[in-house]
């Protein structure tokens, strides 16, 4: 039965690499070919691994692990009596460790409901057995298949054993030092000999004694016509017992908290105190196209000592965030970064709580000495973006909240980092007591109880229905707003948990980060007794957002108006790369969770690495694809993320100036809209959005890895006035 599960041959030949379309095997990713054992020679089937409908671009469990729903097709069974004492066949998946077997559900030949499974690397089995109520396998395998990640194999030999840690000799004097590493995955041979091709670089920020120390982000209330002044320079602070010079607006990491009330505008005197040119960008916020910050596109940059005026018009509620648009790479992960909290015009909007929080959630990359440089000439990182190992909540690496037993608290979550996508959790804290703050290690297990988390919105607008989820999935700049009510007194981390893989050896590593810490005490001094814990077991419907998107409905299953290619071509890449991403390229996880690949990622440069948007219908790749539409137009856009790609990795999809609605992925409907600015698409999957085309002007379409972005995975739609 096709399939198209086994491993595929190989990435492209050598030379500028790139699918040239669509591939046929991208569906390897998504489909278990079964086999046929010896008690049933004449049986095939295949195993759909599909989306688990979520409010997120990815659905995982709390500790990270990707769920699939599982469809069988199976045909060539003969009955169960003709191999003995039998009356069903039973389907059972497991572990590579072949602990826990669990049951999944009985079986035939036709097409079968298997449920989910979450596990890493796993088995399916089908069986035989005395009856379809059996909990326990002891019949003879009819049929076996294995998941896709199971393809995933140790880059060499010496997987186990210590490489290189010493640079090679070499030729020529080198002008970079390492970047951090694992300290428990060495590096394969080859890899300790490289470096980017390109300047190391930090801002010269002058004397460190003339530098400011950073300030606590403060909150400024903005009435419509409201003007603030923002200004970017230099600031020093200490980070994890290191002294470093970041960038901040206003003094203050991250930047002001910006409160709004919906439908106003606000002027902003901007000014340019670094030694880069830079803009602001007003991410998510539908305003007039002359303010929207994109340098090239909509203004000219401001140059070091100039001044820019912005008019921001603030037409949704929710929460967004400014940051700049030139080398964010270095801009925004040096600090250049804020939220703007758009408040709604009615109190009910939201349900009630008892207080709220806005959390802007990063991380930075340091080394003994401060912050490691960039590239000077390109940005490097370019493979897969740059990872930081100091995680880091509203600019500090250790967040603390004291809430009061039985309170509702309101979270607003903004993804701020250069590539990392979170899946966050409230843990009870003495499960979690061995993490450092801030920096990865190994979870200490994965059962730990979460809180349960009421997910409300996203980026542009509420859900459709508030909905219960375990954890939270944040790709770069996306934004979601969670409601957690705390029972029970003591403490409780949030946990970054998540799946990697240590390429070297073709496993996959737990990872967790513990954030911070809400301490949840007995009483409210001076205050009543909450009265919000009823109300948080109710789930509310939105009836403004449904009735908001219900003219929209009946182009939801009609065919896309265009599509997108999200793809990579790589040319002159160093042999020890080319040799590893061999190995790494017949699986990949449908998200990069950490930079376990430190200097493979580190020495690729847009020298080597170009990351491309490709029209799929014309070929136009980035900035020379050519859309234009009208105001009032409604387009449906399919993304293929390329399986086929040399690296295929998440991309977190922007759009300025519009919003648009997140359909379906991998076929699968989504029954719950909420209206988005960023979309995460998987690696080796589909998605398709429904875009409103409501705002006039030259809008930027990128990918928002900082990185991903510098390399020009970019593209320019104009939408023309009515």
Same mark, same amino acid.
């Given at each position: 039965?096709?399939?198209?599960?086994?491993?595929?041959?190989?990435?492209?030949?050598?030379?500028?690499?790139?699918?040239?379309?669509?591939?046929?095997?991208?569906?390897?990713?998504?489909?278990?070919?079964?086999?046929?054992?010896?008690?049933?020679?004449?049986?095939?089937?295949?195993?759909?691994?599909?989306?688990?409908?979520?409010?997120?671009?990815?659905?995982?469990?709390?500790?990270?692990?990707?769920?699939?729903?599982?469809?069988? #097709?199976?045909?060539?069974?003969?009955?169960?009596?003709?191999?003995?004492?039998?009356?069903?066949?039973?389907?059972?998946?497991?572990?590579?460790?072949? =602990?826990?077997?669990?049951?999944?559900?009985?079986?035939?030949?036709?097409?079968?409901?298997?449920?989910?499974?979450? %596990?890493?690397?796993?088995?399916?089995?089908?069986?035989?057995?005395?009856?379809?109520?059996?909990?326990?396998?002891?019949?003879?395998?009819?049929?076996?298949?294995?998941?896709?990640?199971?393809?995933?194999?140790?880059?060499?030999?010496?997987?186990?054993?210590?490489?290189?840690?010493?640079?090679?000799?070499?030729?020529?004097?080198?002008?970079?030092?390492?970047?951090?590493?694992?300290?428990?995955?060495?590096?394969?041979?080859?890899?300790?000999?490289?470096?980017?091709?390109?300047?190391?670089?930090?801002?010269?920020?002058? &004397?460190?004694?003339?530098?400011?120390?950073?300030?606590?982000?403060?909150?400024?209330?903005?009435?419509?016509?409201?003007?603030?002044?923002?200004?970017?320079?230099?600031?020093?602070?200490?980070?994890?017992?290191? =002294?470093?010079?970041?960038?901040?607006?206003?003094?203050?990491?991250?930047?002001?908290?910006?409160? $709004?009330?919906?439908?106003?505008?606000?002027?902003?005197?901007?000014?340019?105190?670094?030694?880069?040119?830079?803009?602001?960008?007003?991410?998510?916020?539908?305003?007039?196209?002359?303010?929207?910050?994109?340098?090239?596109?909509?203004?000219?940059?401001?140059?070091?000592?100039?001044? %820019?005026?912005?008019?921001?018009?603030?037409?949704?509620?929710?929460?967004?965030?400014?940051?700049?648009?030139?080398?964010?790479?270095?801009?925004?992960?040096?600090?250049?970064?804020?939220?703007?909290?758009?408040?709604?015009?009615?109190?009910?909007?939201?349900?009630?709580?008892?207080?709220?929080?806005?959390?802007?959630?990063? =991380?930075?990359?340091?080394?003994?000495?401060?912050?490691?440089?960039?590239?000077?000439? &390109?940005?490097?990182?370019?493979?897969?973006?740059?990872?930081?190992?100091?995680?880091?909540?509203?600019?500090?690496?250790?967040?603390?909240?004291?809430?009061?037993?039985?309170?509702?608290?309101?979270?607003?979550? #903004?993804?701020?980092?250069?590539?990392?996508?979170?899946?966050?959790?409230?843990?009870?804290?003495?499960?979690?007591? &061995?993490?450092?703050?801030?920096?990865?290690?190994?979870?200490?297990? =994965?059962?730990?109880?979460?809180?349960?988390?009421?997910?409300?919105?996203?980026?542009?607008?509420?859900?459709?229905?508030?909905?219960?989820?375990?954890?939270?999935?944040?790709?770069?700049? !996306?934004?979601?707003?969670?409601?957690?009510?705390?029972?029970?007194?003591?403490? %409780?981390?949030?946990?970054?948990?998540?799946?990697?893989?240590?390429?070297?050896?073709?496993?996959?590593?737990?990872?967790?980060?513990?954030?911070?810490?809400? !301490?949840?005490?007995?009483? /409210?001094?001076?205050?009543?007794?909450?009265?919000?814990?009823?109300?948080?077991?109710?789930?509310?419907?939105?009836?403004?957002?449904?009735?908001?998107?219900?003219?929209? /409905?009946?182009?939801?299953?009609?065919?896309?108006?265009?599509?997108?290619?999200?793809?990579?071509? $790589?040319?002159?890449?160093?042999?020890?790369?080319?040799?590893?991403?061999?190995?790494?390229?017949?699986?990949?996880?449908?998200?990069?969770?950490?930079?376990?690949?430190?200097?493979?990622?580190?020495?690729?440069?847009?020298?080597?690495?170009?990351?491309?948007?490709?029209?799929?219908?014309?070929?136009?790749?980035?900035?020379?694809?050519?859309?234009? %539409?009208?105001?009032?137009? $409604?387009?449906?856009?399919?993304?293929?993320?390329?399986?086929?790609?040399?690296?295929?990795?998440?991309?977190?999809?922007?759009?300025?100036?519009?919003?648009?609605?997140?359909?379906?992925?991998?076929?699968?409907?989504?029954?719950?809209?909420?209206?988005?600015?960023?979309?995460?698409?998987?690696?080796?999957?589909?998605?398709?959005?429904?875009?409103?085309?409501?705002?006039?002007?030259?809008?930027? $379409?990128?990918?928002?890895?900082?990185?991903?972005?510098?390399?020009?995975?970019?593209?320019?739609?104009?939408?023309?006035?009515?």
């Amino acid at each position: 039965m096709a399939c198209a599960a086994g491993a595929p041959s190989g990435p492209p030949a050598s030379g500028p690499r790139g699918a040239p379309g669509l591939s046929a095997q991208t569906a390897d990713l998504h489909c278990i070919e079964l086999f046929a054992a010896a008690a049933a020679p004449g049986a095939r089937g295949a195993i759909a691994l599909g989306r688990v409908p979520s409010p997120f671009g990815v659905t995982v469990t709390p500790e990270g692990h990707h769920v699939r729903e599982l469809k069988a #097709t199976i045909e060539g069974l003969p009955t169960p009596e003709a191999l003995g004492p039998y009356t069903a066949y039973v389907a059972w998946a497991t572990p590579l460790e072949l =602990d826990p077997v669990v049951k999944l559900a009985a079986v035939g030949n036709g097409e079968f409901a298997l449920g989910r499974v979450a %596990f890493n690397k796993y088995l399916i089995w089908i069986s035989a057995e005395a009856s379809p109520e059996v909990e326990v396998r002891g019949g003879p395998l009819v049929l076996r298949g294995r998941s896709p990640s199971t393809r995933m194999e140790a880059h060499d030999l010496l997987a186990q054993a210590p490489s290189a840690t010493q640079r090679a000799a070499r030729s020529h004097a080198h002008v970079w030092e390492h970047p951090p590493t694992y300290a428990d995955i060495p590096m394969l041979p080859g890899m300790m000999d490289l470096e980017p091709r390109a300047t190391p670089f930090l801002p010269d920020a002058g &004397s460190l004694a003339d530098v400011p120390a950073s300030r606590p982000h403060e909150v400024i209330r903005l009435p419509d016509g409201g003007t603030l002044d923002l200004e970017a320079g230099f600031v020093r602070r200490t980070i994890a017992g290191r =002294d470093v010079v970041m960038l901040a607006f206003n003094g203050q990491h991250p930047g002001p908290l910006l409160e $709004v009330p919906a439908r106003a505008t606000i002027f902003v005197d901007f000014v340019n105190r670094t030694p880069l040119p830079t803009t602001v960008h007003w991410h998510g916020v539908r305003l007039d196209n002359r303010f929207d910050g994109v340098p090239g596109l909509t203004q000219r940059e401001v140059a070091p000592g100039e001044r %820019f005026r912005y008019r921001v018009f603030f037409r949704d509620a929710g929460i967004y965030w400014y940051h700049p648009h030139h080398r964010e790479d270095i801009q925004q992960e040096l600090g250049l970064y804020g939220n703007i909290l758009v408040a709604p015009s009615r109190p009910d909007y939201y349900g009630p709580v008892d207080r709220e929080a806005v959390l802007m959630l990063d =991380d930075i990359l340091l080394d003994r000495a401060g912050v490691v440089p960039f590239g000077g000439e &390109s940005a490097n990182y370019m493979l897969m973006g740059r990872f930081g190992n100091l995680a880091l909540v509203n600019g500090e690496p250790d967040y603390r909240l004291e809430v009061a037993r039985g309170e509702v608290v309101r979270f607003h979550l #903004t993804n701020a980092s250069n590539t990392r996508t979170f899946n966050l959790s409230f843990v009870p804290a003495e499960a979690v007591a &061995s993490l450092p703050a801030g920096s990865p290690a190994l979870p200490p297990g =994965d059962s730990a109880p979460r809180l349960p988390i009421k997910v409300v919105a996203s980026d542009v607008s509420r859900f459709e229905r508030e909905e219960l989820a375990r954890s939270v999935v944040l790709a770069p700049a !996306e934004r979601y707003v969670v409601e957690v009510r705390f029972d029970a007194p003591g403490a %409780f981390a949030l946990v970054n948990h998540v799946q990697g893989v240590n390429h070297r050896q073709g496993v996959f590593r737990a990872e967790a980060i513990r954030l911070g810490t809400v !301490e949840v005490t007995g009483t /409210r001094t001076g205050r009543p007794a909450p009265s919000t814990g009823p109300s948080f077991e109710t789930l509310r419907e939105h009836a403004e957002v449904v009735a908001d998107i219900d003219p929209y /409905r009946d182009r939801f299953d009609a065919p896309p108006d265009r599509e997108l290619v999200l793809t990579l071509e $790589v040319e002159d890449l160093p042999p020890a790369i080319e040799q590893s991403m061999l190995y790494d390229w017949v699986y990949f996880n449908p998200v990069e969770w950490t930079g376990t690949m430190p200097m493979m990622n580190w020495a690729t440069t847009g020298r080597e690495v170009r990351w491309v948007l490709r029209d799929a219908a014309t070929g136009r790749e980035n900035e020379d694809i050519a859309w234009t %539409f009208r105001v009032g137009d $409604v387009v449906k856009l399919r993304l293929h993320n390329d399986r086929s790609a040399f690296h295929a990795m998440q991309h977190p999809l922007h759009i300025h100036g519009q919003r648009f609605l997140v359909l379906a992925q991998d076929g699968v409907p989504n029954h719950n809209l909420a209206w988005k600015d960023t979309v995460l698409v998987p690696a080796g999957s589909t998605t398709d959005i429904l875009l409103e085309l409501s705002n006039p002007g030259r809008w930027m $379409v990128h990918c928002h890895v900082a990185e991903h972005l510098e390399s020009g995975m970019r593209l320019v739609i104009d939408v023309a006035p009515e």
